[in-house]
């Protein structure tokens, strides 16, 4: 099993997510399955303790809430939930899950690495609310990881980062908080939780898959430049959760030339998800998606919430 723990943050990553061009992953059955899926369990009797902490009205005219809850594990979470001016309760909603090095600011940045503010302000505009959290040892929860921020692109000059926490940890823990925020949005009475979708990015893509595989209240997703491992560590294999999408709706956008997951190792991937409305969609880049990509996506998951 790799170590994961003191390395830099591009290092862990990039080992933990890469597999030789031609390898083919080993997927488990629906026994092995059904033990992976009951890894992402929680007791929903512990109680969320959620409030709001701050309220911001955006230049968009909608309403946007600093949320926190308490999560699987007993740490409070906290995220955003920004509600559709335009429209009125319940409202669809989309799970808005950032990448390593991100937080959930990157979904109120237009342009940058995912045109977060412009997918985001897409789904606003056609009525969605969005729910964005930090994931494990991110953003606001830096604290987590004793204030050293995770960071993919080691930039010149930077010491290497501390990191208390496998990439194990950090996916399985977001996944359970994010089912704990699932259970925060049907408690508030304005979500219509028959209308849930995900859009994920990088790390987020991955959350996306495993999430979706792993929660039916998930209805359709989005999963963007889903880096790949199959090498290692079964949990971090995204191709053994895709038998969990064979009743969703859910489409990957990845680059053709992307050093976490290229054009071959996606359509390998994609082979292990394929179900009744699922779709690979390539783009002539890298990791990071040109912002084209929003204009595909938005209306795909619109169409399906």
């Known amino acids: 099993m790799l ?26 059955g629906p026994e092995a399955f059904s033990l992976l899926k009951s890894m992402y369990d929680y007791d929903a009797e512990i109680p969320l303790e959620a409030r709001i902490v701050e309220r911001n009205s955006e230049e968009e005219g909608s309403l946007r809430y600093k949320v926190v809850f308490r999560g699987a594990r007993g740490v409070m979470v906290p995220g955003y939930l920004q509600i559709p001016d335009k429209a009125t309760a319940p409202y669809p909603c989309v799970l808005l899950m950032h990448g390593w090095s991100g937080s959930k600011m990157s979904w109120w940045k237009d342009g940058g690495y995912l045109s977060g503010g412009n997918a985001r302000k897409a789904l606003l505009e056609a009525g969605y609310a969005v729910f964005a959290l930090d994931a494990q040892g991110h953003g606001d929860r830096i604290a987590e990881n004793d204030y050293h921020v995770v960071n993919l692109y080691n930039e010149p000059d930077t010491p290497p980062r501390k990191n208390y926490f496998t990439l194990r940890d950090i996916i399985t823990q977001t996944i359970l908080d994010y089912r704990r925020g699932l259970d925060y949005l049907s408690a508030r009475g304005d979500i219509d939780m028959n209308r849930i979708g995900i859009w994920g990015y990088s790390m987020g893509g991955f959350h996306a898959v495993a999430l979706t595989a792993v929660d039916e209240r998930i209805k359709a997703s989005v999963g963007c430049v889903v880096p790949v491992s199959w090498d290692e560590d079964p949990i971090l294999n995204p191709a053994n959760y895709g038998q ?19 054009e071959e190792q996606s359509n390998v991937l994609y082979k292990h998800i394929q179900g009744s409305d699922t779709q690979l969609e390539l783009f002539d880049s890298g990791h990071k998606l040109p912002i084209e990509y929003v204009d595909v996506a938005a209306p795909w998951l619109i169409q399906r919430l």
């Open 3 to 28: 170590k994961y723990r003191n390395f830099t943050i591009i290092l862990c990553v990039f080992t933990a997510f890469s597999l030789s061009v031609h390898a083919e992953p080993k997927v488990l």
């Open 244 to 262: 969990g999408l064979n009743d969703r709706s859910f489409i990957m956008l990845q680059g053709k030339e992307d050093g976490l997951c290229n």
